[in-house]
Each structure stands twice: as structure tokens, then as C-alpha cells.
């Protein structure tokens, strides 16, 4: 899917919302235990429960590794039942890679040619050749951490050279030399949406992923009053809020709930900008 | 295996030779194509002939994740069959994860609990919350990446604070407080030599992972010189010059080859040290 696309797509589900489908097994209903492959009945009570909300999924794939092979053959079968069920979905495999050129070059070989997603973020502490190889296929995204929405992110994320630029707006200055827009997105985190004015100065057309809303305390309006450009360049992510609205037999339904509460959050933001 | 145990596993040996199973199964010798499991094939090869020379594995999972998950049963396989032949083996997994606590959390149980190694490569990147869950397990250990031997590290790892403080200095000079190190190691590129000597002056203990000796160009003597401490401190990594030595069905024997000529270079600098 590229720029345009995802944008089209955007206006016609009147909606920027990533469903992160961060799959615990533990934290899963009890009546689902007793399935094959729990994992997989959940995501797909959860996919048709907000499909309608949604324009991107983004499994995060320490969930499914932690279960080892089942866990992913689980992440196949649910990404195979998404495409199955919609062309109209763009799919983010949260994976945080990074690493010298062969090896990335295997990542993306993992990602775009085994699992076949539209896109895959990327830690870029390792420099250009760690996303180069990403960038060799058409029409997916490379997803780069710029600035997180975790704790941790005061780290080094804020480290400042001498005149005053920080960390996370050298990876951005720097690495959008390395793709388009078309081809880069950035994860910009929404306990940070103060920072997201000054990054719109250095990329204005660029989509940023937005973690952070919900559970982790972000605001959506004040992500959407500071982050949307004229392609809305924005996709909000949100998981325990959707995931785990429920605990009970109406997971899906709480979850469809609380994805359309979001979604007309969205729409309403969306025409407030003119873009539908 | 803890700090004191991984020393006298390098007395022992006399090696601190790890063996990178970066498996490529399109470089794999064409008589293992037949086999079930080519990718466990070559391994357990590798491995049966270079076990008297190294004191670490490091499979490389991005390989494996290229061939889904197949891949992952061939890791599995292989991480079963080391700890089979030898308990004297330290076993890292070179993942370069990293992510918000609770994904890290998942993260750490697929390494240490699934896949059961002592060791894991993290970004740094997102900071202290991505680092921690690891840090929880007994024994085992956090591989932070510090400075990388990749052209792509001179993007972002010497960014420079207005004290002259380099990024990769100020990830370990922080990261240091998060554990000791019993539990926590560096990755130090071999072609960037010079940088041991300063980096040994923040952490005179802490082991070092140094890939690049070989295929990326770094020195042997060089790494020991400027990186050898009073417990070794040093785990030197070689990949495609031992794995590839030959593509033919020799490729075991060239391989021992190779890593005996390392061990018994990795020896001589040893006893230069006093250390055996």
C-alpha cells in the first residue's frame, strides 16, 4: 500500500486507528483456553469486532515469540485470516529490528516476503545500513523509532549535541535523507505531543505511528491538533484499551466498543482538518 | 552460567572464540539441501567441529525468522542439540530487541524461558524499562549495543553532547547503573579498536562482545590489546569466516580449521595476559 493509498484509505473508514494486537495469553477470556489455538480465536474475535473501526493492525511479535512455534504459527494464521478478510487493511509487524546490512536484509526477507506485511518498525540506533535493505521493496514501510512513550525514552532519546539538537530530531533529520515519505514512517510517541509540533517543522508529509494513547495516558486530540498534515500522516495505536476491555465472554463486543468510540473521536478530528 | 563461570570456561578452553550461526540456507554446502532440516544439518556440523575451539554460539535469529517457522524449529533444534552436547557452552541469542516494559517482559521469557540461552543482544535505544525485564532472570544476561563495527554506526553513535560525550558513551556510562556486571555485557565493534581503550576506562570489568574480527576487517591482537581485562572480558565473535570457510562438503573440516586458528591466537594472548 503506498502514501496515497493508505490516505484513501484513511477517508473512507473516517478513521487513523492501529489496533496493536499484543496477544497475551495469559490475560485472554477463560473460554477461549479451550480452543486449538487460543492466541489465534482471540485476534480473530478481535479482528472481526473492530475491522469496521480500523485501518491498521500491528501484532507485536514479542507475544508471539514468547510462545515459540506455536506462537508463530499463530501470527501467520491471523495475519492470513486479516488479509482473507479485508484488502482494505494495512498490517505493521512490531518487531523493533535493527542490525548490519546481511542481517537486516534477512529481517526483511522474515517480514515482507514470509509474513507478507506492509510494514516493520525499526529501532535505528545501528544506522542506515540496518534499514537500507527494507527500503530495496516496493510499497512497503520502514516504521523508525524516533521518540518512544515509555519511561525509558528520556534515556537517550533527549541526549543534545552543542547546538541544541536532540537525539530523536538527529534520527529523524538524518534518516529521511535515506527513504520518501512513501517509504518511512516514524514512531512518535503520544505522551510526547507537545514534541510533535517541532518534528512536523523537519517532516511534514510523513505518517507517524502514534503509541501511547490510552493505557499509557496520550491524548488523541492533542496528537491530532499538533501531528495531522494534509494526508492526516497520522496512524493512532492503541491495544490493552481494545484487547483487554473485556476479560469476560463479550471481549469482542467491549472491543468493538471502545475501537468505534475511538474511531469517531477520529472522524470528528478528521473533518475538523477538512480531509473528509 | 554466571561472570566467574564464563572466566574459567575461558581458562579452560583457552579460548573466548564465539562462533556466530548466522545460517544462511542459501550458503549452505549443496549435499545438506537433502536433508530434512538443512539448516540443523549445517549446524550441528559447525557445531561438532568447532565445539573444542569456542567457548560461545551465537545464532543469529534474523536467519532463522527468514524461514519462518521452520526456522524457528531449526533454532530450536539447534539450541537443543548444544546443550546436549556440552554443558560448558554459553549461548547468546543475537536478537538486538528492545521495547516498552511489558513487550520487553515477553521478549525475555521467549529467550530465557522458550529458548532457554544465557545471553541476548538489546538495543539500547528506548532505555532503562526496555533492559529491565531481562535483568530479573537469574544468570543470564543483557548484551547492550554500545558501538556497532557496521558503516551505519557513524549515523548516530557519535553524536556528541556539548562535554564531548559520545552517544555510545553515555549508553554505557547510564546502562551501567541498571545491573552489574554479572549481568550485563557490551557489544564493541572489532574495527573500531581504538575506542576499547576509552570504553575499558568506564567499564574495566564488563565483558565485551566484539563482532567484525574476520569477514568485517577488525584485528585479533588489536581487540585483546586495547580490550582485555583480568577475567578476559572479551567474547570475540567470528561468523561467515568460520561457517563459510568452504561451501563444499569439507565445509566442517575448513571450518575447524578456522576456529582452531583463532583459539590459538585467542591462547597466545591469553598467556601474554597471565591468564592461563
Not at 167 to 176: G, P, Q, R
Request: net charge negative; aromatic share 10%.
Amino acid at each position: 500500500m503506498n502514501y496515497e493509498q493508505l490516505f484513501q484509505l484513511i477517508r473512507k473508514k473516517k478513521s487513523f486507528l492501529c489496533v496493536g494486537l499484543d496477544t497475551d495469553i495469559k490475560k485472554i477470556p477463560g473460554h477461549l483456553k479451550e480452543d486449538p489455538d487460543p492466541c489465534f480465536a482471540f485476534n480473530k474475535g478481535i479482528i472481526d469486532a473492530t475491522l469496521p473501526y480500523t485501518v491498521a493492525y500491528k501484532p507485536n511479535l514479542a507475544f508471539y515469540e514468547a510462545e515459540g512455534t506455536a506462537g508463530w504459527e499463530s501470527l501467520k494464521k491471523t495475519l492470513h485470516y486479516l488479509r482473507s478478510q479485508s484488502k482494505d487493511v494495512f498490517i505493521i509487524a512490531d518487531a523493533k529490528r535493527g542490525d548490519i546490512g546481511n542481517t537486516s536484509g534477512m529481517y526483511a526477507r522474515a517480514f515482507f516476503d514470509e509474513l507478507d506485511v506492509d510494514a516493520v518498525t525499526l529501532s535505528p540506533y545501528m544506522g542506515k545500513d540496518t534499514v537500507s535493505p527494507f527500503l530495496e521493496y516496493h510499497d512497503r514501510w520502514s516504521v523508525l523509532l524516533a521518540l518512544t512513550s515509555n519511561p525509558g525514552a528520556a534515556d537517550f532519546q533527549y541526549f543534545e549535541d552543542s547546538k541544541g539538537q536532540k537525539l530523536f530530531e538527529k534520527v529523524i533529520e538524518t534518516s529521511k535523507t535515506w527513504g520518501s515519505h512513501d517509504q518511512i514512517m516514524y514512531v512518535v510517541g503520544a505522551t510526547r505531543a507537545e514534541a510533535l509540533k517541532d518534528i512536523r517543522n523537519i517532516i511534514p508529509d510523513h505518517f507517524l505511528l502514534v503509541p501511547g494513547v490510552g493505557a499509557q495516558g496520550g491524548s488523541l486530540s492533542e496528537v491530532a491538533r499538533y501531528g495531522m498534515n494534509d494526508h492526516c500522516g497520522l496512524l493512532v495505536n492503541s491495544s490493552r484499551g481494545i484487547l483487554y476491555a473485556s476479560s469476560e465472554r463479550d471481549f469482542a463486543i467491549k472491543a468493538a466498543e471502545n475501537a468505534k468510540e475511538l474511531q469517531q473521536e477520529m472522524e470528528s478530528l478528521l473533518r475538523q482538518q477538512g480531509l473528509i
